[in-house]
């Protein structure tokens, strides 16, 4: 079984402050992760994703997310936010077993940015 | 046209009406899926197709009939709907099933 923790509902930061949207997750085997970005009444778009490779990812935009294993974490940061990041952000985890090939969706994290 | 579009982007239905969604990719991809997203809920996934076979059916109440021809299109046919079944409907393609997925616009639909 697998599942995903998004432990912030909204966030707020003002505009050039650093970002910090949270994710655990829970996997029987190793899992990718990815974090995706909504705007309003828009589609989902893939800010990054880890496949077990570098476990610092680099995504669009500037942000960024570490991978780590003993925490069961996968954060989203970025350094300095901007007002086109006001958007709802997704931690996604797929994993095998049973779950093979399935994405399982974290509840969102609202991000406003304010001036 | 590039990536995953979807049609209509709007849609509002009587409970009465038939109507379809449609979705296509230009990604050159073998996996399209259908997704539900309702408003203070997690993103639901409805059914996966792989190589145009349907592998997934989430438990979707029959009044959502899927058909994919081809790995490039996909369809949600829709009948004799519920107000509660109002959402936005996703559209997603990947190269295979542990794959990143690519998402559509989306549609939003409106049952009256």
């Known amino acids: 079984a697998q599942s995903v923790t998004q432990l912030d509902s909204h966030v707020s930061v003002s505009e050039g402050t650093p970002v910090l949207l949270r994710c655990n997750y829970s996997?029987?085997?190793?899992?990718?992760l990815f974090w995706y970005v909504q705007h309003p009444n828009k589609g989902l778009q893939l800010l990054l994703k880890y496949t077990s490779a570098a476990t610092l990812v680099k995504g669009i935009n500037g942000f960024e997310a570490e991978f780590k294993k003993s925490e069961t974490s996968f954060h989203l940061t970025k350094p300095s936010a901007h007002m086109s990041d006001a958007a709802e952000y997704f931690c996604?985890?797929?994993?095998?077993?049973?779950?093979?090939?399935?994405?399982?969706f974290g509840q969102g994290t609202i991000l406003t940015v304010h001036p | 046209e590039t990536g995953v579009t979807q049609t209509p982007r709007h849609l509002v239905m009587g409970m009465t009406n038939k109507k379809s969604l449609k979705c296509e990719q230009h990604l050159g991809h073998n996996a399209m899926y259908w997704y539900k997203q309702s408003a203070k809920k997690p993103l639901e996934l409805m059914f996966v197709y792989n190589f145009k076979e349907q592998t997934e059916n989430n438990s979707v109440p029959s009044r959502f009939s899927p058909e994919c021809p081809n790995s490039s299109h996909l369809f949600l046919h829709l009948h004799t709907l519920q107000p509660e079944d109002s959402a936005l409907y996703l559209c997603?393609?990947?190269?295979?099933?542990?794959?990143?997925?690519?998402f559509g616009p989306g549609t939003r639909l409106t049952v009256t």
């Open positions: 996997s029987s085997y190793s899992p990718s």
């Open positions: 996604v985890v797929s994993a095998g077993g049973t779950s093979y090939g399935k994405l399982t």
């Open positions: 997603a393609s990947s190269q295979g099933p542990v794959y990143e997925q690519y």
